[in-house]
Protein backbone atom coordinates (compact mmCIF):
# COMPACT_ATOMS: atom_id res chain seq x y z
CA UNK A 1 0.00 0.00 0.00
CA UNK A 2 2.85 2.43 0.96
CA UNK A 3 4.71 1.69 -2.84
CA UNK A 4 1.46 2.35 -4.33
CA UNK A 5 0.94 5.87 -2.51
CA UNK A 6 4.50 6.40 -3.57
CA UNK A 7 3.84 5.85 -6.98
CA UNK A 8 0.25 7.05 -7.88
CA UNK A 9 1.05 10.69 -5.86
CA UNK A 10 4.64 11.08 -7.69
CA UNK A 11 3.15 10.46 -11.41
CA UNK A 12 -0.16 12.19 -11.18
CA UNK A 13 2.37 15.19 -9.64
CA UNK A 14 4.84 14.85 -12.89
CA UNK A 15 2.65 17.64 -14.58
CA UNK A 16 3.25 19.65 -11.96
CA UNK A 17 6.83 18.62 -11.06
CA UNK A 18 8.65 18.36 -14.07
CA UNK A 19 7.88 22.38 -15.54
CA UNK A 20 8.82 23.18 -12.28
CA UNK A 21 12.12 21.34 -11.93
CA UNK A 22 13.20 22.67 -15.64
CA UNK A 23 12.42 26.25 -14.00
CA UNK A 24 14.74 25.36 -11.32
CA UNK A 25 17.28 23.74 -12.98
CA UNK A 26 18.31 26.82 -15.08
CA UNK A 27 18.07 28.95 -12.01
CA UNK A 28 20.60 26.63 -10.36
CA UNK A 29 22.76 26.95 -13.32
CA UNK A 30 22.57 30.76 -13.36
CA UNK A 31 23.02 31.18 -10.14
CA UNK A 32 25.33 28.09 -8.44
CA UNK A 33 27.00 27.45 -11.75
CA UNK A 34 27.20 23.48 -12.52
CA UNK A 35 26.69 20.94 -11.54
CA UNK A 36 23.06 21.65 -11.25
CA UNK A 37 22.36 18.31 -9.02
CA UNK A 38 24.22 17.53 -5.58
CA UNK A 39 24.38 14.02 -5.46
CA UNK A 40 25.50 12.20 -2.35
CA UNK A 41 25.76 8.66 -1.15
CA UNK A 42 23.27 8.17 1.38
CA UNK A 43 22.50 4.76 3.30
CA UNK A 44 19.11 3.44 2.87
CA UNK A 45 16.70 0.39 3.76
CA UNK A 46 19.19 -1.67 6.35
CA UNK A 47 21.84 1.29 5.96
CA UNK A 48 22.22 0.10 2.29
CA UNK A 49 24.02 3.01 0.23
CA UNK A 50 22.47 4.79 -2.38
CA UNK A 51 22.66 8.08 -4.39
CA UNK A 52 20.50 10.82 -3.21
CA UNK A 53 19.99 13.63 -5.38
CA UNK A 54 19.16 17.32 -4.63
CA UNK A 55 19.56 20.70 -6.41
CA UNK A 56 22.21 22.97 -5.18
CA UNK A 57 21.58 25.42 -3.04
CA UNK A 58 25.08 26.17 -1.91
CA UNK A 59 27.82 27.02 -4.25
CA UNK A 60 31.67 25.56 -4.68
CA UNK A 61 33.52 28.65 -3.06
CA UNK A 62 36.86 27.95 -1.06
CA UNK A 63 39.26 29.49 0.61
CA UNK A 64 42.59 30.57 -0.66
CA UNK A 65 44.03 27.11 0.39
CA UNK A 66 41.06 25.16 -1.86
CA UNK A 67 39.03 23.91 1.46
CA UNK A 68 35.09 24.73 1.23
CA UNK A 69 33.90 28.03 3.13
CA UNK A 70 31.40 27.72 5.47
CA UNK A 71 27.47 26.69 4.90
CA UNK A 72 26.30 30.01 5.46
CA UNK A 73 29.52 31.82 3.50
CA UNK A 74 28.36 29.28 0.31
CA UNK A 75 24.60 29.56 1.00
CA UNK A 76 22.60 31.93 -1.88
CA UNK A 77 19.50 33.99 -1.31
CA UNK A 78 18.20 31.65 -4.35
CA UNK A 79 19.79 28.69 -2.39
CA UNK A 80 17.86 29.54 0.60
CA UNK A 81 14.80 29.75 -1.17
CA UNK A 82 15.43 26.34 -2.67
CA UNK A 83 15.07 25.56 0.88
CA UNK A 84 13.00 27.43 2.17
CA UNK A 85 10.61 26.38 -0.34
CA UNK A 86 12.05 22.43 -0.12
CA UNK A 87 12.26 23.00 -4.21
CA UNK A 88 15.64 21.23 -3.84
CA UNK A 89 13.98 18.23 -3.18
CA UNK A 90 12.29 17.49 -6.15
CA UNK A 91 15.31 15.79 -8.04
CA UNK A 92 14.66 13.02 -4.80
CA UNK A 93 11.48 12.13 -6.65
CA UNK A 94 13.56 10.00 -8.65
CA UNK A 95 14.88 8.05 -5.86
CA UNK A 96 10.91 7.57 -5.18
CA UNK A 97 10.36 6.19 -8.43
CA UNK A 98 12.95 3.67 -8.63
CA UNK A 99 11.88 2.50 -4.90
CA UNK A 100 15.78 3.56 -2.89
CA UNK A 101 13.36 6.28 -1.33
CA UNK A 102 9.55 6.67 0.01
CA UNK A 103 7.64 10.05 0.35
CA UNK A 104 7.24 9.26 4.08
CA UNK A 105 10.43 8.17 6.19
CA UNK A 106 13.04 8.93 8.26
CA UNK A 107 15.28 11.43 6.35
CA UNK A 108 18.32 9.82 4.70
CA UNK A 109 21.52 11.16 6.93
CA UNK A 110 25.29 10.88 6.06
CA UNK A 111 27.15 7.42 5.82
CA UNK A 112 29.69 8.92 8.45
CA UNK A 113 27.09 8.39 10.80
CA UNK A 114 26.14 5.10 10.89
CA UNK A 115 28.71 3.65 13.63
CA UNK A 116 27.32 6.66 15.53
CA UNK A 117 24.06 5.38 16.19
CA UNK A 118 22.75 3.64 19.25
CA UNK A 119 20.74 0.59 18.58
CA UNK A 120 17.64 2.81 19.42
CA UNK A 121 18.75 5.33 16.69
CA UNK A 122 19.59 2.59 14.39
CA UNK A 123 15.88 1.58 13.76
CA UNK A 124 15.24 4.14 11.72
CA UNK A 125 16.99 1.88 8.71
CA UNK A 126 13.98 -0.21 8.96
CA UNK A 127 12.33 1.72 6.70
CA UNK A 128 13.18 3.17 3.14
CA UNK A 129 14.22 6.76 4.16
CA UNK A 130 11.69 9.92 2.55
CA UNK A 131 11.31 13.09 1.45
CA UNK A 132 9.80 13.82 4.34
CA UNK A 133 9.24 12.30 7.60
CA UNK A 134 7.51 12.59 11.17
CA UNK A 135 10.47 14.49 12.57
CA UNK A 136 10.36 17.28 9.59
CA UNK A 137 6.70 18.09 10.39
CA UNK A 138 7.74 18.40 13.81
CA UNK A 139 10.56 20.87 14.48
CA UNK A 140 13.02 19.88 11.10
CA UNK A 141 15.86 21.36 11.59
CA UNK A 142 15.07 23.31 14.19
CA UNK A 143 15.10 20.58 17.00
CA UNK A 144 18.30 18.54 18.58
CA UNK A 145 19.60 15.60 17.21
CA UNK A 146 18.24 13.39 19.63
CA UNK A 147 14.80 14.74 19.58
CA UNK A 148 14.41 13.89 15.49
CA UNK A 149 16.18 10.27 16.36
CA UNK A 150 12.91 9.44 18.88
CA UNK A 151 10.17 11.02 16.58
CA UNK A 152 12.09 9.56 13.46
CA UNK A 153 11.83 5.65 15.43
CA UNK A 154 8.29 6.20 16.70
CA UNK A 155 7.39 6.79 13.03
CA UNK A 156 9.28 3.42 11.89
CA UNK A 157 6.77 1.31 15.11
CA UNK A 158 3.64 3.74 14.46
CA UNK A 159 3.41 4.04 10.78
CA UNK A 160 0.80 3.23 8.81
CA UNK A 161 -0.88 4.04 5.50
CA UNK A 162 -3.16 7.18 7.43
CA UNK A 163 -0.14 8.45 9.34
CA UNK A 164 1.78 8.67 5.86
CA UNK A 165 -1.23 10.65 4.87
CA UNK A 166 -1.10 13.10 7.39
CA UNK A 167 2.73 13.99 7.14
CA UNK A 168 2.35 14.86 3.60
CA UNK A 169 -0.87 17.08 4.58
CA UNK A 170 1.17 18.83 7.54
CA UNK A 171 4.80 18.75 5.45
CA UNK A 172 2.40 21.04 2.86
CA UNK A 173 1.51 23.31 5.61
CA UNK A 174 5.00 23.28 6.81
CA UNK A 175 6.74 24.05 3.76
CA UNK A 176 4.34 26.93 3.23
CA UNK A 177 4.88 28.53 6.43
CA UNK A 178 8.79 27.55 6.22
CA UNK A 179 9.24 26.83 9.58
CA UNK A 180 12.24 24.75 11.01
CA UNK A 181 14.26 25.29 8.06
CA UNK A 182 17.76 26.28 9.73
CA UNK A 183 19.22 25.17 13.03
CA UNK A 184 20.01 27.70 15.76
CA UNK A 185 23.40 28.92 14.94
CA UNK A 186 23.25 28.06 10.79
CA UNK A 187 21.75 27.25 8.15
CA UNK A 188 21.78 23.43 8.39
CA UNK A 189 22.14 20.87 10.70
CA UNK A 190 25.45 20.44 12.95
CA UNK A 191 27.19 17.28 12.45
CA UNK A 192 25.97 14.37 14.49
CA UNK A 193 28.61 13.48 17.13
CA UNK A 194 26.97 10.89 18.94
CA UNK A 195 24.19 11.15 21.88
CA UNK A 196 25.63 10.92 25.72
CA UNK A 197 23.83 8.40 26.57
Same mark, same amino acid.
Not at 11 to 17: A, D
Not at 61 to 86: E, I
Given at each position: ? /???? %?????????????????????????????????????? *???? /?????? /? &????????????????? !??????? $?? &??????? %????????????????? *????????????????????????????????????? !???? %?????????????????? %?? /???????????????????????????? $????
Amino acid at each position: M /KRLL %DLVVVLLGLTVVLPVSLITAVFVLIYHGKPVLFSQVRP *GKDA /KPFNMY /K &FRSMTNATDPNGKLLPN !AQRMTKF $GA &FLRSSSL %DELPGLYNVLIGKMSLV *GPRPLLMDYLPLYNDFQNKRHEVLPGITGWAQVNGRN !AISW %DDKFKLDVWYVENRSFWL %DI /KILFLTFFKVFKREGISHEGDVAMPRFT $GSKN
